[in-house]
């Protein structure tokens, strides 16, 4: 996406809303280097101090592997929930008009706005088997708290405006003409779900839900409360790194920090490429 | 506070009595440094110091408070914090500083008892009636039972817990490491919550109502069970157990500069005193004063406190060995 947009502005006729390209360009690489490109080049500085052998012992420590495992498997769960009740969330917002629709749609940033600490901590009182949830839960089999299961309820929570917040836009700008249209040339409702409008959904959808499976990655304060810390079990990557660093070793933190941030990136990037293809594929392009 | 002073200044030239009376210098501060969990004890002291300096000197002072997990402290300490006198529960976070030549290199020869006023060691907190019939170390072991503690990894007083489970088992089995370690990999699997930190732990153990046992402090321990209800739990202290020692020293490079040398030293030593000795008992900390100790003996059941350097060497070679990248708890704790 970024080569992109690049293009078009080297490419385009010159004119701009905002004066000068060179100050604006100037002023947002600034901002980019002291607010980005700085603390990164700050964590591969703590990197350089180790040899690669030392770097890959300490990423394949099978402890620090275990929590990758449960780290990755949970933010998966969550986002694909996400990804779910996200969309079902941005569809009753955008096409329904109901009392407390305000409300609804103001609580969708609740997640954002709540400390994450507070978040945990309360989701761990909720469903402890003494909390509200959890009494009803357990004699279900079902323990939340201090499982696996809570690890990705946390992540699940502080993510769902990432889905939400996505596919929203898209959905308003998307005329109700459209799905009325498919439903007169006689297409079940099925049908022009899956062939009319989820197609158009698709690149927010999976933006979203990409954004949502990073995000959940990188949490750390609501799971460390409900997450029970034991190690191979339910220890996160953010735990591993915060050990870490309870320990003075830097290198190793950044180290740790930085198969995530691999991660993290090489995902987003896969996100932004396919979506260039979908949608070149969509307005009827040859990809 | 500056506040406070400039405002005395002000009124003071209002009111015409100029700026040179030798009363309106700016009172001295000093700063204290400590843990988490001893803002209600040092509240409790400071007054008492302050009342206790000026009919010794006539001079009016103000204790700052500064309260965080100890490491964290010892790190705010490192990058400028100027505090005058480091009050921590881990003798690791002030030879921290005296490494980085903040602190004297002989600071616990330089005050006694370690540098330590006062000690305590781990105990247990178990539920009513003591229904898992917990009291020593190797009743923790047992099947089914649940031990919360906090994850030695990232809390001083979680690694406190498992050198204590260690020393103990250690002496059990007259040094085999082979039945040690498989003790203490028993011990470890049953720990039903890792918390971050002790009151973390306090929390799941109290609020969430997990686990038969929870291992803090022993001053922490009683304190809980004083503030939740002497009828819900017990405090059991086992008949060994480990020496916990609160270390104190002067931050010699701060309370130069901020010209509080005096009253820094002055400020530990009366941790000493009767007096002090006497409130912090009462806060369940073990204390070394004669009188103090007698009058609260049957608060403190007598054990036997092994100290760290009889289980493991010194903090450095506990650190490593033990809590470092790879070192036993990691291996203990493989799968």
Redesign the interface.
């Known amino acids: 996406m970024s080569t992109r947009s690049f293009a078009i502005g080297l490419g385009s006729t010159p004119k701009r809303v905002l004066p000068g390209f060179g100050l604006s360009l100037g002023i947002s690489l600034t901002f980019v280097s002291l607010m980005l490109l700085l603390p990164m080049t700050g964590l591969f500085g703590q990197l350089a101090g180790l040899s690669l052998a030392e770097y890959w012992t300490?990423i394949t420590?099978?402890?620090v592997v275990a929590s990758y495992v449960v780290t990755i498997g949970a933010a998966a769960v969550a986002a694909i929930v996400n990804a779910a009740f996200g969309l079902l969330l941005a569809w009753v917002l955008v096409r329904y008009e109901f009392p407390g629709k305000r409300l609804l749609d103001a609580l969708m940033d609740l997640p954002f706005a709540l400390p994450t600490a507070v978040a945990g901590i309360t989701l761990?009182?909720l469903y402890?088997?003494?909390?509200w949830m959890g009494r009803l839960l357990e004699p279900l089999g079902l323990q939340v708290?201090?499982t696996w299961v809570g690890i990705a309820l946390a992540m699940a929570f502080t993510s769902i405006p990432f889905v939400v917040r996505t596919v929203q836009p898209v959905l308003e700008d998307m005329p109700h003409e459209m799905d009325e249209a498919a439903l007169t040339l006689g297409a079940s409702d099925i049908t022009g779900f899956r062939r009319v409008i989820l197609p158009h959904l698709w690149p927010a959808l999976v933006t979203g839900t990409g954004l949502a499976f990073v995000r959940s990655l990188g949490e750390f304060g609501a799971i460390?409360?409900i997450a029970?810390?034991?190690?191979?079990e339910t220890e996160i990557t953010a735990?591993m790194i915060?050990?870490?660093l309870?320990?003075y070793?830097y290198a190793?933190a950044s180290a740790i920090a930085s198969v995530v941030l691999f991660a993290s990136l090489a995902l987003l990037l896969v996100i932004n490429i396919w979506q260039g293809r979908f949608i070149k594929r969509l307005h009827g392009g040859h990809g | 506070m500056r506040l406070t002073s400039l405002r005395r200044t002000l009124l003071a030239a209002a009111l015409g009595i100029g700026l040179a009376t030798p009363a309106l210098a700016a009172e001295r501060e000093l700063l204290n440094s400590s843990y988490d969990i001893a803002r209600e004890l040092f509240s409790a002291i400071n007054p008492e110091f302050i009342t206790h300096w000026q009919a010794e000197n006539g001079e009016e002072v103000e204790i700052q408070q500064s309260h965080g997990g100890s490491s964290a402290q010892a790190r705010a300490i490192l990058q400028g914090l100027r505090a005058d006198v480091v009050t921590y529960n881990q003798v690791t976070d002030v030879q921290v500083l005296a490494d980085a030549g903040l602190v004297a290199e002989d600071w616990q020869q330089q005050l006694p008892n370690n540098a330590s006023p006062y000690y305590s060691t781990t105990a247990f907190l178990v539920r009513k009636d003591n229904p898992k019939g917990i009291e020593s170390w190797d009743d923790l072991v047992e099947e089914g039972v649940q031990i919360v503690f906090p994850n030695p990894k990232t809390s001083g007083n979680g690694r406190y817990t498992y050198l204590a489970a260690w020393g103990f088992a250690d002496q059990e089995y007259g040094g085999d490491e082979e039945r040690v370690h498989d003790f203490m990999r028993t011990f470890l699997r049953n720990v039903a919550v890792f918390d971050t930190g002790g009151r973390g732990a306090t929390t799941s153990f109290i609020e969430r109502g997990i686990g038969d046992v929870l291992i803090s402090f022993e001053s922490e321990v009683n304190n809980i069970r004083q503030e939740y209800g002497s009828d819900d739990y017990e405090v059991i202290v086992p008949p060994v157990s480990i020496l916990a020692e609160f270390p104190v020293a002067v931050v010699e490079s701060n309370a130069e500069r901020n010209g509080n040398q005096d009253l820094a030293q002055a400020y530990l030593e009366y941790l000493y005193s009767e007096e002090a000795q006497r409130m912090l008992a009462g806060f369940n900390y073990r204390v070394h004063h004669e009188a103090v100790v007698e009058e609260f003996a049957e608060n403190f059941p007598a054990t036997e406190l092994l100290t760290v350097e009889e289980i493991g060497g010194s903090w450095d070679e506990v650190m490593d060995t033990h809590f470092g990248s790879g070192g036993l708890l990691d291996q203990l704790q493989r799968r």
């Open positions: 300490i420590n099978d402890r761990a009182t402890a088997s003494n909390g708290a201090y460390i409360f029970g810390n034991m190690p191979y735990l915060f050990v870490r309870q320990e070793d190793g």
